[in-house]
């Protein structure tokens, strides 16, 4: 199981730290990744790291703005999100995948998925 947490309500160019916690699961072994979905869009890949942190991707929109990292003593990845802007306003889900190489953006390589987790960039 997957549970976000760290959403809430923002004011343009500030920050919010997403933790995606884990229980029944071991996440060093599993690819992690951080999905987004607004109104009315489609869910899409916003990061995702590789079970050993050494492969980390972003989209575009959020390059130089989001970090992402993982500490399995904690069971735990994070997405540290700077310079929020109103595009960034979604439900963020974590997902998690235990056989991939690498990390992945695509939604159907992934076998665990969070509950999700508001996040709303506002003034």
């Known amino acids: 199981q997957l549970v976000e947490s760290g959403g809430g309500l923002v004011q343009p160019g500030g920050s919010l730290r997403l933790s995606c916690a884990a229980s029944g699961l071991t996440l060093d072994y599993y690819a992690i990744g951080w999905f987004r979905q607004a109104p009315g869009k489609e869910r899409e890949g916003v990061s995702c790291i590789s079970s050993s942190g050494g492969t980390t991707n972003f989209v575009d929109s959020v390059k130089g703005r989001f970090t992402i990292s993982r500490d399995d003593a904690k069971n735990t990845v994070y997405l540290q999100m700077n310079m929020l802007k109103a595009e960034d306003t979604a439900v963020y889900y974590c997902?998690?995948?235990?056989?991939?190489?690498?990390?992945?953006?695509?939604?159907?390589?992934?076998?665990?998925w969070g509950q999700g987790t508001q996040v709303t960039v506002s003034s």
């Open positions: 997902a998690a995948d235990r056989w991939m190489s690498g990390c992945s953006a695509a939604l159907d390589e992934y076998d665990y």
